[in-house]
């Protein structure tokens, strides 16, 4: 019986055999690479719906992929399913239809949206003088299944673990910013567990409405710089003025390593080091001092089993508030030091803006495609360099260099901070 | 070896009251509980609304307060009570390792800025024009925060100190059931000695109201026992619900001298496409891993049963022919007495079974139809069932802890 492969704490590694990958700039791992380290920019004019009266009016909508009825959770789904499709057959793994392991779903909030509100609004009797009290009149008489089945927050997980046939009950999951990163978490604890020697983790979130964009809006969270679109985006600089929201999803299918060595399937990296930190100083802001990022950093290099100067290359959370940018600077080089200056980190959101939910697992799977190319993708729109930021966030261009670990980054309101070790296959 | 895995600390608010002594009283020791239910609020549906809370005992500051809509201050009320009962308040050390998972709902619109808008709106002349003028002028920005579904364990971390890490579980009933499921596996499995779960649910909210409206699962009028529904075409009666559970390993708990309430001997979850029989095949195949689980006599079930046709038909058949086979004593309908919890149903279930078991005895019927039978023994083991109106299957055992 051949040995089996264990981390520095005697627990299963976790290989990452199969990624699906949908941003704006395109359907599939392959597309999206390319324009990735090409520098190309999935960010521009909102035209799903009028922008009149919008502070900002640009964002990285994905509007290829075809869904009904036009609501948030049947695009999320779409998208969602297009990503798990492209890393299940990248896998090679199960059958169709009957996936061997559970299903960690990072999902947007939904809710019933303002033309099917104003449709029962409308079409209620209007001698009931409360608002919501004659919409819930016409509703009990409406009977909407579909309606009620996509506003359930367990919709996208229920229709996923259908389709792709997972193992149990699924797992609906929010973190906000780092929610993606955290479907991760949950599915290398299942398998470093020995649950199952599988598991599907995807992030999937095409939430951009226009009431979504105005409340990120009125918490100052999203640039303004609405004139260039594919300029908007700019993590890092000096003149950054907020992040630009996106729409995407990822999906990767984990395994514990041996079952995928011993299944003949490809190993494209493992899930090294996993952890989080919780921050209790503010719902949208963190603590002065960045102790919950700098513990969310260090537990999860020493759930890794490494030392900090063994960190290749950052994927940054990145999104281009001031306040998150100078947050990540000054924790990574509590964290790192003086080689924090040396060790190249961009932000992948420069290009696809800031997909939210579904931002964790994307540039998870960017931090894989880095290991496996050797290419960096760069910090686009890095003119202004902001001198309070010592980093080197490889501007402009991509850069080819042998990277074999990757620290990826994810931040949320509500005190959310996940990080992700990922590395190369062990030699 | 599986390590074990104790409740240590129980926060309960209901339509009852706050505490573990209130729901005792209410639903053990008094003769014939009564349900608290408002027929008025939100005509014709009933709901059981929760009991006035002195906020400022839980959440002290008047800003933090302010930062929360009623359903994230009900849960980090209900999260202080739990911490508060497993003694870690004011232990900033173990509160800085206490990983947290909440089973979560969606937070409150403003109905007044939706109400503006839908009466105006008709009569505007670019409708999606005056939406996003309106929206851009009516909305308050901290009511994006209240809304968010996360910002509930956000505002725990921000009130009680709980900051291990920070974990939010979606898709209504199941979420609660996944979120204590998790809690089990992770700790038998070390990863991760003591951690805080559970969940809120608000009743009578007219947002949420409506999105269970046009589903047609609410139940209409006078509210009758959950086994008496399906024969009347099914339905459900919300309850205002917290429920949070301090839960650790047994080596942690002793370390720091805590006495358990409860062991967690299992938790199983499914999610069936409930095609008739489904769901019941599903919860006999976790009853009968459950029932490995441990001996002693045929415990009692909780039951989260909502009242929806289907679902509580079938569920009320798997656990009658469990009692024609003596494998469980009687069943307690949750729902009767507390309203459906949604994502806090299973947290409560499993936190009313150790509630009972630390006190020597077992909860009175609330049900007119007769399934309900007392409980003459003292139970040392007790399920609790929990599924989905819509979908999502769970059950869990709590032990006694000699």
């Known amino acids: ?427 | 070896m599986a390590r074990e895995v104790w409740i240590t600390g129980i926060g309960l608010t209901s339509s009852l009251g706050e505490g573990l002594d209130a729901h005792w009283r209410a639903m053990a020791e008094v003769d014939q509980p009564q349900p608290v239910i408002d027929r008025v609020r939100a005509a014709p549906f009933a709901f059981h609304p929760m009991v006035p809370l002195d906020l400022d005992q839980q959440i002290p500051r008047k800003a933090d307060q302010r930062q929360m809509e009623f359903w994230q201050r009900l849960g980090t009320y209900t999260a202080g009570l739990a911490l508060a009962d497993a003694g870690l308040v004011g232990d900033n050390e173990q509160l800085s390792q206490t990983h947290m998972v909440v089973a979560a709902g969606a937070g409150e619109r403003d109905a007044d800025a939706d109400e503006g808008i839908l009466t105006g709106i008709s009569s505007a002349a670019n409708p999606e024009n005056f939406l996003n003028e309106r929206l851009s002028s009516d909305l308050r920005p901290t009511l994006f925060l209240a809304q968010l579904p996360n910002l509930l364990a956000g505002n725990i971390s921000i009130v009680h100190k709980v900051t291990g890490s920070s974990r939010t579980f979606l898709g209504e009933e199941i979420s609660g059931v996944s979120a204590v499921e998790i809690v089990f596996r992770r700790i038998r499995a070390g990863q991760g000695d003591i951690f805080l779960v559970g969940g809120a649910s608000v009743a009578g909210r007219k947002d949420m109201m409506l999105q269970r409206a046009i589903g047609g699962t609410l139940w209409a009028g006078e509210p009758v026992s959950v086994w008496a529904r399906p024969e009347r075409g099914g339905g459900t009666v919300l309850g205002s619900l917290g429920a949070f559970l301090v839960i650790e390993s047994r080596d942690h708990a002793e370390a720091r001298g805590r006495k358990p309430y409860a062991r967690i001997g299992a938790v199983l979850s499914q999610q069936t496409r409930r095609r008739p029989g489904e769901a019941a095949a599903a919860a006999q195949r976790q009853f009968d891993e459950i029932a490995e689980v441990g001996g002693g006599g045929p415990p009692p079930v909780l039951s989260g049963a909502t009242g929806m046709a289907q679902a509580t038909a079938e569920e009320q058949g798997l656990l009658a022919a469990l009692i024609d086979q003596g494998r469980i004593s009687t069943v307690r309908g949750s729902a009767n007495i507390l309203g459906s919890g949604i994502e806090a149903t299973f947290p409560a279930l499993m936190g009313l079974g150790a509630l009972a078991l630390s006190r020597r005895g077992f909860f009175r019927p609330v049900d007119e139809t007769g399934f309900e039978q007392p409980q003459s023994e003292t139970p040392d083991r007790i399920v609790a069932t929990t599924w989905g109106i819509w979908r999502g299957e769970g059950m869990g055992v709590v032990e006694a802890v000699d």
């Open chain 1, 1 to 427: 019986m051949s040995q089996s492969l264990q981390d520095h704490r005697g627990r299963p590694v976790v290989a990452v055999t199969g990624i699906g990958v949908v941003t704006s700039l395109g359907e599939g791992l392959d597309d999206n690479w390319d324009a990735l380290t090409a520098g190309k920019s999935g960010i521009h004019r909102i035209n799903r719906f009028p922008i009149e009266h919008l502070r900002t009016t640009i964002a990285g909508t994905i509007d290829f992929i075809p869904y009904a009825p036009k609501t948030a959770p049947a695009l999320t789904l779409a998208t969602g399913e297009t990503a798990t499709e492209e890393a299940i057959a990248m896998a090679g793994i199960g059958c169709p239809g009957d996936f061997p392991g559970q299903l960690f779903t990072a999902i947007p909030p939904v809710e019933m949206e303002w033309p099917r509100r104003r449709a029962l609004f409308d079409a209620a009797n209007p001698e009931i003088a409360d608002t919501y009290g004659r919409m819930i009149d016409i509703a009990c008489r409406t009977n909407d299944d579909y309606e009620y089945r996509s506003t359930l927050y367990g919709f996208v997980a229920e229709c996923l673990a259908e389709r792709f046939g997972t193992k149990g009950a699924p797992i609906s999951l929010t973190t906000a910013c780092a929610s993606g990163a955290t479907a991760i978490q949950l599915g290398v604890e299942a398998i470093r567990r020995g649950d199952s020697d599988a598991a599907l983790c995807v992030g999937t979130d095409c939430s951009v409405t226009a009431e979504a964009v105005i409340r990120f809006s009125l918490l100052s969270a999203l640039s303004g710089a609405n004139d260039v679109p594919e300029q908007a985006s700019k993590p890092f600089s000096k003149d950054r003025d907020g992040f630009v929201i996106a729409e995407g999803a990822a999906a990767l299918v984990l395994e514990s390593y041996d079952a995928a060595r011993a299944r003949g399937a490809k190993i494209l990296a493992t899930i090294r080091g996993i952890a989080e930190k919780a921050d209790d100083f503010h719902r949208t802001r963190s603590k002065p001092d960045g102790s919950a990022v700098i513990g969310a950093i260090r537990n999860t290099i020493e759930d890794a089993g490494i030392e900090p100067d063994q960190i290749d290359y950052i994927n940054a959370h990145g999104t281009g508030t001031p306040e998150n940018d100078k947050m990540e600077a000054m924790s990574l080089e509590a964290v790192l030091g003086e080689r924090v200056k040396q060790t190249p980190i961009s932000s992948n959101k420069s290009m696809i803006g800031h997909t939210l939910t579904a931002a964790g697992a994307i540039e998870a799977a960017f931090s894989i495609q880095t290991i496996q190319t050797g290419r960096i993708p760069p910090t686009i729109n890095y003119r202004m360099p902001d001198p309070t930021i010592e980093l080197d966030v490889v501007p402009n261009e991509p850069r080819d260099e042998n990277v074999s670990i990757v620290l990826s980054n994810s931040f949320g309101f509500g005190g959310q901070n996940a990080c992700l070790v990922i590395s190369a296959e062990p030699a």
